[in-house]
C-alpha cells in the first residue's frame, strides 16, 4: 500500500510560479513512476507528466512544455510539480498519482493541492 | 494530444446496465491496449475502476467492465446502483509515450 501526501493550499499571483511536493510512503518510492495530473473546477482530469524512478526521464504533455518541471529527492520519497507563468486558467487542483505493480492505471493518488491564481 | 471523446451524461435506472463510450485515435486508443477507466466523486480524488482496457483491480466490483473495438473503448456498468452515481474518465496511453483524458461523463441514476 502506498500513500501519497501532498502540501498544502497556493494562493498565486499571475505570473509567479508554484512547487507542489508529494511525499510518498513505504519502500517502493525508488521503483514507481510519479504522474502528475490536475483538474480546473468543475472540469476534466487532465495529464500533466510523469518523471521515471531515477529521476533522469520526464515527459510532459505538450501544453505544459517549457512551464512544468518534475522532479524527485530519493531521500525523502518525495516529487515535486513547478509550474512558471501562472495565469488565472492553472486554477486547478493538482494530483500525483502513481501506478502498481503489473498494473497499467494510477491506482494511488495523492489528496489533492489547490492552486488558485489570482491578482 | 486532443482529449478523448465522451459523452457528456448518461443515465439509467437501478438495476440496468449503461455504457460509456471514449472514441480516440489511431495515435492512442487504436494503437494502445493500454485504456483505463476511473470514477470520481464529487471532491474527492479518482479510483481506477479498470486498466489495460478490460481488467480490474483487486476489489473493484465485477458490474464495472471494460472493453475496445477500434478506436473506440467503452465502460459498461451493470446492476446499476445508487453509489455508481458520479463522473467517469477513460485514459489512454498514447504517441510519445504520454498519457491522455477523455472529457468526462456524468452520470446519473434515475
Known amino acids: 500500500q502506498v500513500q501519497l501526501v501532498q502540501s498544502g493550499s497556493e494562493l498565486k499571483k499571475p505570473g509567479a510560479s508554484v512547487n507542489v511536493s508529494c511525499k510518498a510512503s513505504g519502500n517502493t518510492f525508488s521503483r514507481r513512476y510519479m504522474h502528475w495530473v490536475r483538474q480546473a473546477p468543475g472540469q476534466r482530469l487532465e495529464w500533466m507528466g510523469v518523471?521515471?524512478?531515477?529521476?533522469?526521464?520526464?515527459i510532459y504533455a505538450q501544453r505544459f512544455q517549457g512551464r512544468v518541471t518534475m522532479t524527485r529527492a530519493t531521500s525523502t520519497s518525495t516529487v515535486y510539480m513547478e509550474l512558471s507563468s501562472l495565469k488565472s486558467e492553472d486554477t486547478a487542483s493538482y494530483y500525483c498519482?502513481?501506478?502498481?505493480?503489473?498494473?497499467?492505471?494510477?491506482?494511488?493518488w495523492g489528496q489533492g493541492t489547490l492552486v488558485t491564481v489570482s491578482s | 494530444q486532443s482529449a478523448l471523446t465522451q459523452p457528456a451524461s448518461v443515465s439509467g435506472s437501478p438495476g440496468r446496465s449503461i455504457t460509456i463510450s471514449c472514441s480516440g485515435t489511431s495515435s492512442d486508443v487504436g494503437t494502445y491496449d493500454y485504456v483505463s477507466w476511473y470514477q470520481q466523486h464529487p471532491g474527492k480524488a479518482p479510483l481506477l475502476l479498470i486498466f489495460d482496457v478490460s481488467k480490474r483491480p483487486s476489489g473493484v466490483s465485477n458490474r464495472f467492465s471494460g472493453s475496445k473495438s477500434g478506436n473506440t473503448a467503452s465502460l459498461t456498468i451493470s446492476g446499476l446502483q445508487a453509489e455508481d452515481a458520479a463522473d467517469y474518465y477513460c485514459c489512454s496511453f498514447g504517441r510519445g509515450s504520454t498519457w491522455v483524458f477523455g472529457g468526462g461523463t456524468k452520470l446519473t441514476v434515475l
Open positions: 518523471i521515471d524512478p531515477s529521476g533522469v526521464s520526464t
Open positions: 498519482a502513481t501506478e502498481k505493480e503489473a498494473v497499467a492505471g494510477l491506482v494511488y
